[in-house]
């Protein structure tokens, strides 16, 4: 009997603590989010999704026109829930990155942002994003390969300007873009060869950073200048 009790008691708290973390709704706020989408050479850009979001609920959601501009009234959440605009990013998209940030955008041809508010005091009614510029996509492969009898050891990381910019809306001049390993990658001469497929900004430039065999530190720069890359190392 009493192992009954404890079992209800148990699901009685774990049902509790799964609806404290449910967004909250805020019945008497509505917010208006609006601005004009354009490319590097400032034409508008029509068919390009922008959703307010927390925590993978969609408060609102339009698409911008044939002038590349959107509108519309979304819901408002509680402050203590963050709360984010995406703009060419998939539904739900911006939650599931990998570790090379690859195949969020609704619209593989262009670049995506994510406006974020976590502010615990925020009231305003509308977030006039006003003009939003996004890239073409440029991808890499990136193939690491691994060539026999050498017997080498690598350590390897990447930097480079990830394909969905972040902006904070409490900081100017915020957005960031760029994509950081912390950490480096180790590989020893059994390893296999293996290839990274990321996605990034035309134009821009990824660092391959490696030392092989515990040697200083060597950098290779690789410009994306066409929309598909191509990178061969080999240790």
């Given amino acids: 009997m009493k192992r009954k009790y404890l079992f209800q008691l148990l699901f009685l708290g774990v049902l509790l603590l799964l609806q404290s973390c449910e967004v909250q ?10 601005g004009n989408i354009v490319d590097s050479s400032n034409n508008p850009i029509p068919g390009i999704s922008v959703r307010c979001e927390s925590s993978y609920l969609n408060l609102g959601e339009a ?20 709360l984010n605009i995406t ?10 990155y990998d570790d090379y940030n ?6 593989p041809a262009y670049s ?17 994003l006003g003009r939003i510029q996004l890239n073409e996509v440029a991808r890499l492969a990136l193939f690491i390969n691994n060539t026999p009898g050498d017997n080498n050891s690598l350590a390897y990381k990447l930097n480079y300007d990830t394909s969905v910019c972040q902006i904070d809306l409490n900081v100017s001049d915020s957005e960031d873009c760029k994509s950081f390993d912390n950490s480096y990658n180790q590989l020893d001469p059994s390893s296999s060869s293996f290839d990274i497929e990321l ?13 092989l065999n515990n040697e200083p530190e060597q950098t ?6 066409n929309l598909e890359n191509t ?3 080999e240790y």
């Fill in 231 to 233: 990178y061969v190392f």
């Fill in 220 to 225: 290779i720069a690789i410009p994306l200048t």
């Fill in 199 to 211: 996605e990034s900004q035309l134009g821009t430039t990824v660092l391959f950073k490696y030392i």
């Fill in 87 to 96: 703009v060419n990013v998939k539904e739900d998209g911006y939650y599931y």
């Fill in 112 to 128: 995506a942002k994510n406006y974020f508010n976590n502010a615990t005091n925020r009231n305003a009614a509308t977030y006039n």
């Fill in 63 to 82: 698409i911008s026109d044939a002038n590349g501009q959107f509108e519309f009234t979304s819901l408002e959440v509680e402050t203590y829930n963050s």
């Fill in 102 to 107: 690859y195949g969020n955008l609704e619209n």
């Fill in 25 to 34: 709704i805020m019945d008497d706020r509505r917010i208006l989010v609006k």
